[in-house]
């Protein structure tokens, strides 16, 4: 009896603890989303870097990218790869394929905003908190169900102002990487770092008008990117 006493005890323990993760990760998230909504034009710098999961001391890969955000209208660049969110519309550009991307599915283009933490939370199952000196590692993991995220859980570092300064994506799918001239399938890790937070710089990263022309129902690329193949989805 008392063995089993134990396990109900701990099972509840247990539950107690996610439930107290939970509202702590919920408290933190509102904080930091107060520290950005309050600085109503702002950008920063990113550094995203690709793991073996098997293997975190050597990067497989790595790009530098920026984002900016100003109102509602956000932009970020990785690579060769713009995102533009300008209110309900938004635009993806990859310049190595010469295409772009053209929606106003609001769930697509949350899901490119690294800020934007709530279109993550409700995907998982299990929070978990961690207070370090310089602020807190917050982990969500064991999706709910079938899922559309390309990763099976996520790691964000937010330090003690609030601001993000660290994310790490545990990739659904295994990656091909070149081991001793061969190609093999591994896990991998997405990092992506966040510094440099300063004024916004830009106004032509955030004007829609910029990337595409619109003509009634009629969405085509302008400008620059008037060559591009365009994909309305």
Same mark, same amino acid.
């Given at each position: 009896?008392?063995?089993?006493?134990?396990?109900?005890?701990?099972?509840?323990?247990?539950?107690?603890?996610?439930?107290?993760?939970?509202?702590?990760?919920?408290?933190?998230?509102?904080?930091?989303?107060?520290?950005?909504?309050?600085?109503?034009?702002?950008?920063? +710098?990113?550094?995203?870097?690709?793991?073996?999961?098997?293997?975190?001391?050597?990067?497989?890969?790595?790009?530098?990218?920026?984002?900016?955000? %100003?109102? +509602?209208?956000?932009?970020?660049?990785?690579?060769?790869?713009?995102?533009?969110?300008?209110?309900?519309?938004?635009?993806?550009?990859?310049?190595?394929?010469?295409?772009?991307?053209?929606?106003?599915?609001?769930?697509?283009?949350?899901?490119?905003?690294?800020?934007?933490?709530?279109?993550?939370?409700?995907?998982?199952?299990?929070?978990?908190?961690?207070?370090?000196?310089?602020?807190?590692?917050?982990?969500?993991?064991?999706?709910?169900?079938?899922?559309?995220?390309?990763?099976?859980?996520?790691?964000?570092?937010?330090?003690?102002?609030?601001?993000?300064?660290?994310?790490?994506?545990?990739?659904?799918?295994?990656?091909?990487?070149? +081991?001793?001239?061969?190609?093999?399938?591994?896990?991998?890790?997405?990092?992506?770092?966040?510094?440099?937070?300063?004024?916004?710089?830009?106004?032509?990263?955030?004007?829609?008008?910029?990337?595409?022309? %619109?003509?009634?129902?009629?969405? %085509?690329?302008?400008?620059?990117?008037?060559?591009?193949?365009?994909?309305?989805?």
């Amino acid at each position: 009896m008392k063995k089993y006493s134990t396990i109900i005890l701990l099972l509840f323990v247990g539950f107690s603890l996610t439930a107290q993760d939970q509202e702590k990760f919920k408290e933190i998230l509102t904080k930091t989303k107060a520290v950005y909504k309050n600085k109503q034009a702002f950008e920063f +710098d990113m550094n995203y870097t690709l793991y073996k999961a098997s293997d975190l001391n050597k990067a497989q890969e790595s790009y530098s990218g920026v984002y900016a955000k %100003k109102g +509602d209208n956000t932009y970020s660049k990785i690579g060769a790869v713009e995102y533009l969110q300008s209110n309900s519309e938004f635009v993806q550009v990859n310049h190595e394929e010469k295409a772009m991307l053209y929606t106003k599915n609001s769930e697509y283009a949350a899901m490119q905003d690294p800020l934007n933490l709530d279109s993550f939370f409700d995907f998982f199952g299990k929070v978990s908190v961690k207070e370090t000196a310089t602020g807190w590692t917050c982990e969500l993991s064991e999706l709910k169900g079938v899922s559309q995220l390309p990763f099976a859980k996520m790691e964000i570092t937010i330090d003690k102002n609030y601001q993000i300064r660290k994310q790490c994506l545990y990739l659904v799918q295994a990656m091909e990487f070149i +081991d001793k001239g061969k190609e093999v399938l591994e896990p991998a890790i997405l990092e992506i770092k966040f510094s440099g937070l300063k004024a916004f710089s830009s106004e032509a990263q955030l004007k829609l008008q910029e990337y595409i022309q %619109k003509s009634g129902a009629s969405v %085509k690329p302008t400008g620059k990117y008037k060559n591009y193949e365009l994909v309305q989805v």
